[in-house]
Nanobody, 121 residues
Framework: QVQLVESGGGLVQAGGSLRLSCAAS????????MGWFRQAPGKEREFVAA????????SYADSVSGRFTISRDNTKNTVYLQMNSLKPEATAVYYC??????????????WGQGPQVTVAS
């Protein structure tokens, strides 16, 4: 019902920047929450950032706060993650996530394909 297509992954040197995009298709809900997660080799998947589809509320992991910025373009059904001052620790597969809250007790999660981001030291 909902498909997420990511783009923007690649290789960047430490201190550089990358911009990830996540385009959503299918039925949307006014109470969607869009976000980014990442998983490095040998580590668990961790939360990076999130933004409400409607409204301007955002949330960031402490490890990226001040350097990463999540934003959205409702006309294009796209969420972005601007990553600045990248560190080698940011090397991971980045997954776009759509969390659709239907009711208080019903929600659905959808995931993008998870392109690789590599930060060279």
């Amino acid at each position: 019902q909902v498909q997420l297509v990511e783009s923007g992954g690649g290789l960047v040197q430490a201190g550089g920047s990358l911009r990830l995009s996540c385009a959503a298709s299918g039925r949307t809900f006014s109470n969607n929450v869009m976000g980014w997660f990442r998983q490095a080799p040998g580590k668990e998947r961790e939360f990076v950032a999130a933004i409400k589809w409607s409204g301007s509320s955002t949330s960031y992991a402490d490890s990226v706060s001040g350097r990463f910025t999540i934003s959205r373009d409702n006309t294009k059904n796209t969420v972005y993650l601007q990553m600045n001052s990248l560190k080698p620790e940011a090397t991971a597969v980045y997954y776009c996530n759509a969390h659709l809250v239907v009711t208080t007790n019903l929600a659905h999660d959808y995931w993008g394909q998870g392109p690789q981001v590599t930060v060279a030291s």
